[in-house]
C-alpha cells in the first residue's frame, strides 16, 4: 500500500509538472499571437500606402490592371481584417477582464448604431425580449459577443427574404441566458461541428476570415459560460449563450 501511494504520489508530481509546462507554453504562444499581430501591421499598412500611391501615379485605363488593384486591395483588406481578429484572439487569451454589470440593452442599441448603414441597406428586422436586462461581464467582450452574432445573422442572410433577427434574454437555470435567432441560410448538418474552429468558413459563398465565432466562443468560454448552436440549412440558425448570473 505504501509502494502504491509513493507511486500515486510521484505519478500526481509529474502530472502537476506536466500541467505547469503546458500552461507556460500555452501562455507563450498566446504571447506570440498578440506580439506577431501587431508587428505584422506595419508592413500591411505600408503596402496599402504604396498600392494607393501607385494607383494615384498611373493613370489606369486597362480593364485588366484595374481588376488586378482591387483584387490586391482586397487582399490587403482581408490581411488586415485577420491580423485585427488575431490580436483580439491573444488579448482575449491573456487578458484579466474589468467586470461590470452591464446592459443588454444598452449594448444592442449601441450596436444597431455602429452597423446602421448595414441594417438600413439589408432592412434588417429586430424583435428584442430583454427580460433579464444585465450581466456582469466585461463590457467590450459583452459587445464583441453581440456584435459577433448579429453581424453574422446580416451576413448570412437569405436573399429571397427580409432579415428577420430575434434577441432575448432571461434567467434559466441558475444562469442568464442570452438567445440570437436569425432566418438566414443557415448550417447544413455535416458543417455544424466547425461553426467554432479557428479559419473554418461553413459557407464558402460568403466573405470573412472564419474566425468570428471562434472568438465568440474564446469569450464566452473564458467567463465560465458556455455557447450553444442549433442550425437547419436554408431555415437560419439560433445561438444560446449561457452567462454565469
Request: hydrophobic share 40%; aromatic share 6%.
Amino acid at each position: 500500500l505504501d509502494t502504491s501511494n509513493k507511486n500515486l504520489d510521484i505519478s500526481n508530481q509529474k502530472l502537476d509538472t506536466s500541467n505547469i509546462s503546458l500552461l507556460r507554453i500555452n501562455g507563450d504562444l498566446n504571447n506570440f499571437v498578440f506580439s506577431a499581430s501587431h508587428d505584422l501591421n506595419a508592413p500591411i499598412l505600408n503596402i496599402e500606402s504604396l498600392l494607393g500611391l501607385l494607383n494615384s501615379k498611373l493613370d489606369i485605363k486597362d480593364a485588366e490592371v484595374i481588376k488586378l488593384f482591387g483584387l490586391m486591395n482586397k487582399a490587403v483588406t482581408n490581411f488586415k481584417s485577420t491580423i485585427s481578429d488575431l490580436a483580439k484572439v491573444g488579448a482575449i487569451e491573456s487578458e484579466d477582464p474589468d467586470e461590470h454589470n452591464e446592459n443588454f440593452v444598452t449594448i444592442f442599441e449601441e450596436i444597431k448604431l455602429a452597423l446602421s448603414e448595414k441594417i438600413k441597406l439589408s432592412k434588417t428586422i429586430f424583435h428584442t425580449n430583454f427580460r433579464k436586462k444585465e450581466v456582469r461581464f466585461a463590457k467590450k467582450n459583452l459587445r464583441s459577443v453581440m456584435l459577433n452574432l448579429i453581424t453574422n445573422a446580416i451576413k448570412f442572410s437569405a436573399p429571397h427574404r427580409i432579415p428577420e433577427i430575434t434577441i432575448k434574454t432571461e434567467l434559466k437555470d441558475g444562469l442568464i441566458l442570452l438567445t440570437v435567432k436569425d432566418n438566414g441560410l443557415g448550417i447544413s448538418k455535416d458543417q455544424i461541428e466547425n461553426v467554432f474552429k479557428k479559419y473554418q468558413r461553413v459557407n464558402e459563398t460568403v466573405e470573412g476570415t472564419g474566425i468570428g465565432l471562434y472568438l465568440t466562443q474564446k469569450i464566452v468560454n473564458a467567463a465560465g459560460g458556455k455557447i450553444e448552436v442549433a442550425c437547419n440549412e436554408g431555415k437560419g440558425c439560433t445561438f444560446k449563450i449561457y452567462f454565469l448570473a
